[in-house]
């Protein structure tokens, strides 16, 4: 099981920033998926970015152009650029590590809130 942190989470207004961070207890070049997710009240948790060990990323259609994912393979950290940030990024923002054959670990979450 692989212990996720995330962090980086606050309080933002309509058009500004935040970078989130999440934390791998382990080396992150030995899983095969990491990815950040979302969700808000009454909805379900969705797909907002994910990154491959061979460096392919991948994002929901709603955050394309404005988020980018990154690693830091020495840090054992993924990152998620959150610019233009909308009031409907609001969420809790959740990290996810996949090794394949394994079942996947999440972190606790941080609160992202954009006020308009």
């Known amino acids: 099981q692989v212990q996720l942190v995330e962090s980086g989470g606050g309080l933002v207004q309509a058009g500004g920033s935040l970078r989130l961070s999440c934390a791998a207890s382990?080396?992150?070049?030995?899983?095969?998926?990491m990815g950040w997710y979302r969700q808000a009240p009454g909805n379900q948790r969705e797909l907002v970015a994910t990154?491959?060990?061979?460096?392919?990323?991948n994002y929901a259609d709603s955050v394309k152009g404005r988020f980018t994912i990154s690693r830091d393979n020495i840090k054992n950290t993924v990152y998620l650029q959150m610019n233009s940030l909308k009031s409907e990024d609001t969420a809790v923002y959740y990290c996810?590590?996949?090794?394949?054959?394994?079942?996947?670990?999440w972190g606790q979450g941080t609160q992202v809130t954009v006020s308009s």
């Open positions: 382990i080396s992150i070049t030995s899983i095969n998926v």
């Open positions: 990154t491959g060990t061979g460096g392919l990323t």
């Open positions: 996810k590590a996949t090794k394949y054959g394994l079942a996947s670990s």
